[in-house]
């Protein structure tokens, strides 16, 4: 089955910086999505993105599918964005949507 | 749009008893609902794919009679952990796929689920 992969496993931020997340991919795929998982487990969609680019408000994302990467950029970073940031993907021929191993983001004022 | 909802949202048991957890997909249908398992700072792990009208298809490890899906409507998918032990202790997740706009998930509020 397809490998995603995460990078970096942990980031520590200071309010008001940017950064970028990113997730590798082993296989072409037909979904890649990103959510953010709150501090009560609940996952947020955040982008459907399985090529191309979207925005949005402060949060962007580009898949590069021939490349099998995806990032997720996060701009003017807040406290509230705080939290774990997963992407998932699913193979062309499957079924299945299998998660990276997540980003641990954390926001400080 | 594109809710899905799950109850309870908190359980705690004796071992040994039997948990059922409920998903819905609130405004939409859908034909395939997955049931994930998420410990403590991991990831989340599929465990199963239900299909509604039919029999569940389980990932590598997991035990069919442990963990029993029900997906009888296009709405509606259930999973009962029977005879629980601490060790089915875990975060379970539900998901759904839209029938008419199949490519992206989404998914429930997650259940935590403690077997004392």
């Known amino acids: 089955g397809i490998q995603v992969e995460q990078s970096p496993p942990d980031l520590i931020l200071q309010e008001g910086a940017n950064s970028t997340l990113r997730c590798n991919f082993s296989d072409s795929v037909n979904n890649l999505q990103w959510f953010h998982q709150n501090p009560w487990g609940q996952l947020i969609n955040l982008f459907y993105i399985p090529s191309g680019t979207k925005q949005n408000g402060r949060l962007s994302a580009t898949t590069v599918a021939t490349e099998r990467y995806s990032l997720l950029y996060i701009s003017s970073s807040q406290t509230t964005d705080s939290g774990v940031y997963f992407c998932?993907?699913?193979?062309?021929?499957?079924?299945?949507?299998?998660f990276g191993g997540g980003t641990r983001v954390l926001v400080k004022p | 749009g594109a809710v899905v909802s799950q109850h309870p949202s908190r359980v705690i048991c004796k071992s040994g008893t039997s948990v059922k957890i409920e998903c819905r997909s609130l405004d939409f249908q859908a034909t395939t609902m997955f049931w994930y398992r998420q410990f403590p700072k991991q990831s989340l792990m599929l465990m199963a794919t239900?299909?509604?009208?039919?029999?569940?298809?389980?990932e590598q490890g997991v035990e069919k009679d442990k963990f029993l899906i029900n997906h009888a409507s296009l709405t509606l998918s259930t999973l009962t952990v029977t005879s629980a032990h601490p060790e089915d202790s875990s975060f379970y997740i539900c998901?759904?796929?839209?029938?008419?706009?199949?490519?992206?998930?989404?998914f429930g509020p997650g259940t935590r689920l403690t077997v004392l």
């Open positions: 998932a993907a699913r193979e062309t021929a499957g079924n299945k949507l299998t």
């Open positions: 998901s759904a796929r839209d029938l008419i706009k199949p490519n992206e998930q989404f």
């Open positions: 239900s299909n509604e009208g039919s029999k569940a298809t389980y």
